[in-house]
C-alpha cells in the first residue's frame, strides 16, 4: 500500500523552504546553475517516506541504478519552486510539463555500458527550446557525488557519431575506436571539456539547463548502496520549458 505524502503543516501545501539560501553559479560558457541549500522543510521526512516503497530497476532509459515515482502533491510543490527560483534564471518563459522521480545510483563501473561512459543530455516527451532539470540531494556524505558540466570539443557531427557508437557498439570496441575507458566520467577526457562543478550537500537542490552535457561526479563508485538510507539517494525534476524569447 501506497503511504500518503503531505507537506509539513503550515506552509500551504508546500514542501520547500519558503526562505532558502539561493545563489547562482557559472558551469560553463552562457550556462548557470541555480543552487539552493535548506531546500526542503523536512528532508528526513521525506526519506522516510522514500524507504517505505520500493524502487525499480529502469529498462526505459540508461540510468545505471534504481528508479521510484514521484507524487503529484510533490512534483506541483517542486514545479512551483522552480517558477519562483530558477524559471527566468534559465532564461525560461513557460512550463509546458514535467515530471520527477526518485533515483539511487547503484551499478558499479564494471557493469556499465558505453552509453554510461559518458555525460548526457536530458530528454523530455515533449520536445521544447528549453529543457531544464533539477536534482535534491538527499544524502549527507558528499563523497557520494554531485553534479559536473561539459561541453564537447568536437563538432556537432563528431558528438552525435560518438552517442550513436555509444549506443550500438560493444564495449570493447568503442573503447578501442574512441579512446573511452569503462567507468563513471569524473573528469575531462578527448571528447569532452569538463566546464563545471557543484558538490553534493544535505538537502541542497540545483537546477540547470538538462540540454548541455552533464553527468553525476561518481568519485567512490564503493559507497553506492541500494539502500535509499545510506545511497545516492536523488530527486530529480525534468521540465519542458519555452525560451524567454519565445
Not at 539560501?21 to 546553475?33: F, L, N, S
Not at 514545479?79 to 524559471?87: E, I, K, L, P
Not at 566520467?185 to 537542490?205: I, K, Y
Not at 561518481?218 to 545510506?230: A, C, G, V
Amino acid at each position: 500500500m501506497s503511504l500518503p505524502l503531505v507537506p509539513p503543516a503550515g506552509y500551504g501545501g508546500c514542501f520547500f523552504n519558503p526562505a532558502p539560501q539561493v545563489r547562482v553559479i557559472e558551469v560553463g560558457p552562457a550556462q548557470v546553475c541555480v543552487v539552493i541549500d535548506d531546500a526542503l522543510l523536512d528532508p528526513d521526512g521525506l526519506i522516510d517516506w522514500v524507504g517505505a516503497h520500493h524502487f525499480e530497476r529502469s529498462t526505459a532509459n540508461a540510468y545505471p541504478g534504481l528508479l521510484m515515482d514521484s507524487v503529484e502533491t510533490l512534483e506541483q510543490s517542486l514545479d512551483g519552486y522552480f517558477r519562483q527560483h530558477a524559471r527566468l534564471q534559465l532564461g525560461a518563459r513557460r512550463t509546458l510539463s514535467m515530471y520527477a522521480r526518485f533515483s539511487l545510483v547503484t551499478q558499479s563501473p564494471q557493469a556499465l555500458q558505453p552509453g554510461q561512459w559518458l555525460c548526457h543530455r536530458d530528454r523530455v516527451a515533449v520536445m521544447p527550446a528549453l529543457c531544464a532539470a533539477s536534482v535534491l540531494y538527499l544524502f549527507g556524505d558528499s563523497r557520494l557525488g554531485g553534479t559536473s558540466f561539459y561541453r564537447p570539443r568536437g563538432t556537432p557531427a563528431q558528438v552525435e557519431r560518438l552517442l550513436a557508437d555509444a549506443q550500438r557498439l560493444d564495449a570493447a570496441t568503442f573503447s578501442d575506436r574512441h579512446g573511452v575507458l569503462p567507468g563513471y566520467m569524473t573528469a575531462s577526457n578527448d571528447h569532452f571539456e569538463q566546464t563545471g562543478h557543484v558538490p553534493a550537500a544535505w538537502n541542497r537542490l540545483i537546477f540547470y539547463d538538462g540540454g548541455q552535457f552533464h553527468s553525476a561526479q561518481i568519485d567512490h563508485p564503493e559507497l553506492l548502496s541500494e539502500d535509499p538510507r545510506r545511497g545516492r539517494l536523488t530527486f530529480n525534476g525534468f521540465f519542458a520549458c519555452r525560451r524567454g524569447s519565445v
